[in-house]
T-cell receptor, first 113, second 112 residues
Framework: NAGVMQNPRHLVRRRGQEARLRCSPM?????VYWYRQLPEEGLKFMVY????????ESGMPKERFSAEFPKEGPSILRIQQVVRGDSAAYFC???????????FGDGTRLSIL | GENVEQHPSTLSVQEGDSAVIKCTYS??????FPWYKQELGKGPQLIID?????GEKKDQRIAVTLNKTAKHFSLHITETQPEDSAVYFC???????????FGKGTRLHILP
């Protein structure tokens, strides 16, 4: 039973480009969460999605950032016109339902040149 | 506001001794408290969790205690081993939903 799969593991972009981060939840999980982690810090909640719905995006910047979890395929976190400050590790977690344990992927490390 | 405080930020323990990490939370409605272990280059791994209807839960060398009145919960690792070295995070949901707030983490070093 595969865990949460994130790709790519490492992503390098130049300022102004777009970054797309993918997350495939664990089998049977329909709830997906995205978090951001800066070095030596904890994880900051960004967005919570169920299939085809954004449930809570209170932690996501209003501009340049978007997330989706389509009926088919992985969840996507999209960052447009990246800036140096977007450099971080982005983690995805999934759970089978509300208030259930969240299981994390190994993250995508985004570096902005 | 929503907050989870975690202490200490760094902890060094002799191999075989016990380690204790403490957290406090602000939302009295929180009812689920997971602990995660994160190794270098990996994602957080859920190691134990506790719900508010119990005061203590144990799994082999790991235990978690919860004091809902004081809004404290703690992780206890006994008979520590080198592979316990990692960063540990406590977390609590806020606002009756699945938005989880993480503590800032404790870097645990197990000394030989």
């Amino acid at each position: 039973n595969a865990g949460v799969m994130q790709n790519p593991r490492h992503l390098v972009r130049r300022r102004g480009q777009e970054a797309r981060l993918r997350c495939s939840p664990m089998k049977g999980h329909s709830h997906v969460y995205w978090y951001r982690q800066l070095p030596e810090e904890g994880l900051k909640f960004m967005v919570y999605l169920q299939k085809e719905n954004i449930i809570d995006e209170s932690g996501m910047p209003k501009e340049r950032f978007s997330a989706e979890f389509p009926k088919e395929g992985p969840s996507i976190l999209r960052i447009q016109q990246v800036v140096r400050g977007d450099s971080a590790a982005y983690f995805c977690a999934s759970s089978p339902g509300r208030n259930q344990p969240q299981h994390f992927g190994d993250g995508t490390r985004l570096s902005i040149l | 506001g929503e907050n989870v405080e975690q202490h200490p930020s760094t902890l060094s323990v002799q191999e075989g001794d016990s380690a204790v990490i403490k957290c406090t939370y602000s939302d009295s409605a929180s009812n689920y408290f997971p602990w995660y272990k994160q190794e270098l280059g990996k994602g957080p791994q859920l190691i134990i969790d506790i719900r508010s209807n119990v005061g203590e839960k144990k799994d082999q060398r790991i235990a978690v205690t919860l004091n809902k009145t004081a809004k404290h919960f703690s992780l206890h690792i006994t008979e520590t081993q080198p592979e316990d070295s990692a960063v540990y995070f406590c977390a609590a949901p806020m606002n009756r939903d699945d938005k989880i707030i993480f503590g800032k983490g404790t870097r645990l070093h197990i000394l030989p």
